[in-house]
């Protein structure tokens, strides 16, 4: 029962960081335009979210964003920098993904 419990705890704690780290996402891409100072520093912040958490998908979309900051204010070497960052993880994460629905062996 104590193993569920915890289990259940790390599953909400879990959902409550990725859903910080999307609302963080979309608070950054709607500053894109306008200010992006402000859009990288809420990318950052969903990134180092993303990453304590474990959560890929979210690290992959804000290391994203953040080189979208970086490509619209010229530094095109820290633009490719982070989207190939983006890139590596976004095919870290589909691999988890594939890997999480093979079929496992039964040994019994």
């Known amino acids: 029962m104590v193993i569920f419990q915890f289990f259940h705890i790390a599953c909400l704690a879990d959902s409550r960081d990725e859903a910080q780290v999307e609302e963080l996402l979309a608070r950054a891409q709607s500053f894109m335009g306008s200010v992006p100072d402000t859009a990288y520093i809420w990318a950052s912040d969903a990134l180092l979210i993303a990453e304590s958490s474990g959560y890929t998908l979210g690290a992959a979309q804000a290391k994203e964003l953040i080189g ?36 496992q062996p039964n040994w019994a």
């Open 68 to 103: 979208e900051v970086f490509y619209h204010q010229g530094a095109f070497l820290q633009a490719l920098n982070y989207h190939l960052q983006a890139s590596d993880l976004y095919e870290r994460d589909q691999r988890l993904a594939v890997t999480s629905q093979m079929p």
